[in-house]
């Protein structure tokens, strides 16, 4: 059973930085597509940023030029390096992997990162 286990949320104030880790026991990691989430109270949750088995990124409008992804297959990690954040960066992230041979995606429990002064 693959697990995900996110860290780095927390409290920020408008204009900081948090950079946050995606760590993923097994051997899969280099084998999938890896993204981060975010959901926030009353809403959906919402694609942040992906990042391709060979390193192709993605990102969400609202986040672009901000935030950046990026990945450690040797480490069986991933990040998110999020700069200049904005009080409607507030939410849960959340880290997925998916495995592209075999299509199975795996989630993580959620980190909070909370943006205000």
């Known amino acids: 059973q693959v697990q995900l286990v996110e860290s780095g949320g927390g409290l920020v104030q408008p204009g900081g930085s948090l950079r946050l880790s995606c760590a993923a026991s097994g051997s899969i990691f280099s084998f999938s597509v890896m993204g981060w989430y975010r959901q926030a109270p009353g809403k959906q949750r919402d694609l942040v940023a992906t990042i391709t088995t060979y390193g192709s990124t993605n990102y969400a409008d609202s986040v672009k030029g901000r935030f950046t992804i990026s990945r450690d297959n040797a480490k069986n990690t991933g990040y998110l390096q999020m700069n200049s954040l904005k009080p409607e960066d507030t939410a849960v992230y959340y880290c997925?992997?998916?495995?592209?041979?075999?299509?199975?995606?795996?989630w993580g429990q959620g980190t909070q990162v909370t943006v205000s002064s």
């Open positions: 997925n992997i998916k495995d592209v041979r075999t299509l199975r995606t795996y």
